[in-house]
């Protein structure tokens, strides 16, 4: 990794630790990250040459695996055309359209250009149609970086949002309160205390931001009954769960329609995209229709929508998901057996083509569960996971990704290294 060390070097001159997001700079691993040069398929190159087999994806988005001919082949005919408008163009009304059509909850959607961004324009919808300040949301769920969203919990069922970020007043997280996942007692209580002051719930339907952690039976059906009583809108943040455990994203997957929806990452195909929509007369308080502001200068960009479409096509082809799935079970249950084989505790789960590995016994169902895996083993396999070639997420608390490019040969790969890599850990 010699190129990559200088270049890292280089960066901690010019950049904050480094990087241009915090996960990538290696601190809960340690050592130092390789700097990617090209991906194509389901691998990536580094700067030294060396190639990896990728289960982070960018985080998400490349559903299709890195740099798709029909993804690249839009991406340049767009460009072609011109690099940014700040106008309507077709495209991204093709793109509503496809949305609408293909997610349950979507009447009308506006694209953004980030997570974060459609994250904090659907809380300042919700708190402008409802004309409540409260929002609740959930331990270990990342919903982009804004400020009133930046808060985790405390050791109680229910606590009151304290930032979790310097440099986030604790005013403007007064009105957050941050619930345990999967907690529906929790819930009822939030909302028998301050049902009538809640504007909004947001969850992740399938966390992915405390590693993968799926929604036990009932959750998300919970969430919707009290949020319909109390007369509350609830958004379910996609942005990662969107095309990736289902077509109509996890809202499809487990039957239950939120009032609003985020999206982001898959949508646009590895470039910046995200969007919020859902019911029609919601989106309405939208300005210039309604009261609430929200705009944005490269809002809906030509070469965006232009790979995001291009990969929705992709994942509409017959069996896409089943085979995502399937492959992606395929992956945990076989780390499964290689880790009981050498007697390590270890477990795995997965949704779609999401998963997450635990240095622990059984999944976990909440965050304090997942805080129960042994750090220490996770970054010794990580570390001789990387060095046999094998990508995964730096961090014992992010999700992995698997694409369609990944086949048996990467599967057959990955297995045989896992195997020799558990042998290691138990020794």
Known sequence: MKRSQKLFARALRAIPAGVNSPVRAFRSVGGTPPFIQ???????????????IDYVGSWGPLVVGHAHPAVVRAVKQASARGLSFGAPTAAEVEMAELLARLVPSLEQVRLVSSGTEAAMSAIRLARGYTGRSRIVKFEGCYHGHADALLVKAGSGALTFGQPSSAGV???VTGDTRVLEYNNTAALERVFSEEGGSIAAVIVEPVAGNMNLVAPREGFLQALRRYCTRAGAVLIFDEVMTGFRVALGGAQALYG????????????????????????????QAIA??????????????????AAGLATLKLVQAPKFYERLGAATRSLCEGLVDCAREQDVPFSAASVGGMFGVFFRETA?????????????????????????????????????FVSSAHGAAELKRTLAVAKKVFGELRG
């Not at 090209?38 to 990896?52: E, L, P, S, T, V």
């Not at 569960?369 to 990387?386: C, I, K, P, T, Y």
């Open 38 to 52: 090209r991906g194509k398929g389901a691998r990536i190159w580094d700067a030294d040459g060396r190639a990896y």
């Open 169 to 171: 007043p604790e005013p």
């Open 256 to 283: 239950v329609k939120p009032d609003l929806t985020t999206l982001g990452k898959v949508i646009g195909g590895g470039l910046p995209v995200g969007a919020f929509g859902g019911r029609r007369d919601i989106m």
């Open 288 to 305: 210039p229709l309604g009261p609430v502001y929200q705009a944005g200068t490269l809002s809906g960009n030509p070469v965006a929508v």
């Open 364 to 400: 976990p169902t909440t965050y304090a569960e997942v805080l129960q895996s042994d750090r220490e083993l996770f970054n010794r396999f990580f570390h001789a996971m990387l060095a046999q070639g094998i990508y995964l997420a730096p961090s014992a608390y992010e999700a992995g």
